[in-house]
């Protein structure tokens, strides 16, 4: 359904007290504000609690800060919460010893991580690292015993000229060959979300979801119990206008969808 205004006063109405906002493709993409996008999050701010949660695990929490300050977002390095920082959240608690395949932009927040004799192979998005040698090192740990940790299984990524593969195909490809199931860690995974909630204390049924992806984004929200506002955003910027559901079958239904960033929020 549309964003209609009646549906945003009921919205608006109800008990929410914490928003997360996808970064890329809701936001902005790559180095292009969403158009209304900045002065939507002010108004936002002015009425709940904003946290910005994204899967991009191509440059470090810092890189992206600085992009985002670049295109005109008043947004903290703090509120900031990616895939990459719940990775290094999951290999200090577990005491991993990785085997990194993500980009040098990545690599420093893994910065004092011990990676000699690893006991684990842990994928981002990392074109660089997706060629025969280096596959067949993870795929050669995994058979040894090694755990497999997707930071992120996405099935591609939208840029300005169309879509790219994105790190779930190469994690699968890992899966199927070993026989192993890797431990996930960003959205549309549960245990994302709800550490992204937890600073503010914030249960999920009084927690909202706005992003461009129905499954990552929505769906995922869902399932932990918030609600999912749906934003077009990031098709009009795609040659051919791709969507994700024409592509892959939609598994959820958005609380709402917008045709672009909501701005009347």
């Known amino acids: 359904m549309q964003c209609s205004a009646p549906s945003l006063r009921m919205f608006k109405s109800s008990k929410v007290c914490t928003v997360l906002i996808d970064l890329s493709g809701t936001l902005h ?5 969403i158009p209304g996008a900045v002065n939507a999050l002010n108004r936002l701010r002015r009425k709940v609690n904003v946290k910005f949660v994204t899967n991009t695990t191509k440059e470090s929490r810092r890189v992206l800060h600085e992009r985002l300050h670049s295109l005109g977002f008043d947004i903290e390095k703090s509120e900031i919460f990616t895939s990459l920082s719940a990775a290094r959240s999951y290999v200090d608690t577990h005491k ?12 420093e927040d893994f910065e004092g991580v011990g990676t000699s004799d690893p ?10 690292c997706f060629n025969y040698s280096k ?13 497999l940790i997707g930071i992120h299984k996405a099935r591609y990524l939208k840029k300005k000229d169309g879509l790219y593969l994105g790190p779930g195909p190469f994690v699968h490809a890992l899966e199927y060959a070993t026989g192993t199931q890797a431990v996930v860690l960003g959205k549309p995974e549960k245990a994302f979300f709800l550490e992204a909630l937890q600073e503010f204390s914030c249960p999920p049924d009084q927690a909202v979801m706005i992003g461009d992806d129905v499954i990552d984004d929505v769906g995922g929200a869902q399932k932990c119990g918030m609600l999912g506002i749906l934003v077009q955003t990031a098709f009009s910027w795609i040659p051919g206008k791709f969507c994700y559901r024409s592509l892959i079958p939609a598994v959820a239904t958005p609380t709402y969808t917008a045709i672009s960033t909501p701005t009347q929020l």
Do not use: H, Q, W
Request: aromatic residues 4%.
């Open 119 to 128: 006991n684990a192979v842990v994928i981002g998005l990392a074109p660089s």
């Open 29 to 33: 993409i790559e180095d292009y504000a």
């Open 135 to 147: 596959m067949n090192e993870a795929f050669r740990m995994l058979l040894d015993g090694s755990t």
């Open 96 to 107: 991993i010893r990785p085997l990194l395949m993500l980009e040098k932009e990545a690599m």
